[in-house]
DNA sequence: ACGTGATATAATGTATACATTAGTTAATGA
DNA sequence: TCATTAACTAATGTATACATTATATCACGT
């Protein structure tokens, strides 16, 4: 379940350190969830995500992004 | 993020017990899972749930399945 | 020269998902 | 009577998300 978040930053032409800022997350942390070194994700965290790049949970998920 | 997986249980006339049986968890990690007693999910987890009910992310996620 | 954007790594601690083991209760069918 | 479906609870341990603190590098604008 790779996260498409460099994908979609790259799309709407803003940076992972603008992300960053947005979420408010620690960097070591949001380096590992947009980096795809995260095996889980708080639901709290995904809902923020996608609030941030207005987009939903199937746009965010690589299997998910086209249905 | 609630999860709307027993209103999906319902919508396909199948049990917890059934799913439980399907997904492999242990019934105390299931249950809480299912009764949205967690906070974050596996990404593993969250695609086997997908895999079974047939459906995909925004459909489990409350404030995204009609999205 | 200095602050800030942008990116990254390392160490340590806490919260929590999930596993394991061990039970309980009740309905149903062989 | 006994196995299976169906549902639930408690205790203990491990894996991992996330926080905190501390670094570092490089570009760019003032």
Known sequence: M???IL????E????K????????????NFNKI?????KSIKFENLK???DILE???NDL???????
């Open 2 to 4: 790779r996260l498409r």
């Open 7 to 10: 994908d979609i930053l790259e």
């Open 12 to 15: 709407k032409g803003k940076t």
């Open 17 to 28: 350190y603008w992300l960053y800022i947005q979420l408010g997350l620690s960097y070591q």
């Open 34 to 38: 947009v980096n795809n070194e995260t």
């Open 48 to 50: 923020a995500i996608c």
């Open 55 to 57: 987009c939903t949970p």
């Open 61 to 67: 998920f690589e299997e998910y992004h086209n249905k």
